[in-house]
């Protein structure tokens, strides 16, 4: 079975400064999907970036980027010039392609990011 | 609704009560999935629909759990005989069924489930 390791129950930063998160996984599939999750007080799981392990290209969404490593099996997240709305919980997941969608998502345990203003 | 909704939003019962909770997805989602998030055991998946059909349940806790959905729509998690270790906060998350895996999961709130 795959897991998610997230080794930072939590973490703080500055507003304006970079923070990364850290996530590690265990699979003996070759072809998978990586996504980082937030999760604010209110509880609703908001996607904010997605990875697909055939691509080398490291994804990129305005202030959040992906550090990618396959052969280490690691997938960290970077949130650049922080901002009071950035505070929440972060969930990295991982997804199986070959179940069909049956298996769902695997999630790590989570870290929570405080920003300082 | 533009997204996933969820109902109630908190539910608190009595240990040995039957709870129903709703997921109402984002219209045109046919990948419907329930999720567990608890304190010790984070986030945990329960069930998959693909349509009206669930090819696995092995994912649920026990036989007090099931699930079902009809018209390929909104769906039921329902949980019999409540027990304490089910306080947990429920969320649903529905997807295109198009390429499933690659589809990114569209979260509601959650319901919170408190048993006395």
């Known amino acids: 079975a795959q897991t998610v390791t997230q080794s930072q129950p939590e973490m703080s930063v500055q507003e304006a400064e970079t923070v990364t998160l850290s996530c590690t996984y265990d699979t003996s599939e070759s072809d998978y999907y990586l996504f980082w999750y937030k999760q604010p007080p209110s509880r609703q799981m908001i996607l904010v970036i997605r990875?697909?392990?055939?691509?080398?290209q490291n994804a990129t969404e305005n202030r959040f980027s992906v550090n990618f490593q396959k052969a280490a099996k690691s997938f960290s997240l970077k949130i650049s010039d922080s901002q009071l709305g950035d505070a929440a919980m972060y969930f990295c997941a991982y997804r199986n392609p070959s179940g069909g969608g049956a298996d769902g998502l695997t999630f790590g345990k989570g870290t929570h990011l405080i920003i300082q203003p | 609704g533009a997204g996933v909704s969820q109902s109630p939003s908190n539910k608190v019962t009595e240990k040995g009560k039957d709870v129903e909770l709703r997921c109402d997805p984002i219209s045109g989602h046919t990948a419907l999935y329930w999720y567990r998030q608890s304190l010790g055991q984070g986030l945990e998946f329960l069930i998959y629909f693909q349509g009206n059909s669930a090819p696995d349940k092995s994912g649920l806790p026990s036989d007090r759990f099931s699930a079902e959905r009809t018209g390929g729509s909104v769906s039921t998690l329902t949980i019999q005989r409540t027990q304490q270790e089910d306080s947990a906060v429920y969320l649903c998350a529905s997807s295109l069924a198009w390429g499933v895996s690659n589809q990114p999961q569209h979260f509601g709130d959650g319901t919170r489930l408190s048993i006395l």
């Open positions: 990875q697909e392990a055939y691509k080398q």
